[in-house]
């Protein structure tokens, strides 16, 4: 079951198989944009309860 998160800031559909994976994807996806800040705990328990599981 592949999982999704769509990006707050420029709505990039980061992908992976299990909630860390789409994270990791996630957090490298916001270090090759110099426009995007890592996120902190709070933003990331936030992102986490926005992951969609594709069918």
Partial sequence: MTKVLECPKCQARIHGRTIEEVMENYLDHC?????????????KEKLISNIMELH
């Fill in 31 to 43: 270090k090759a944009l110099e426009s995007h800040h890592q996120p902190n705990e709070e933003e």
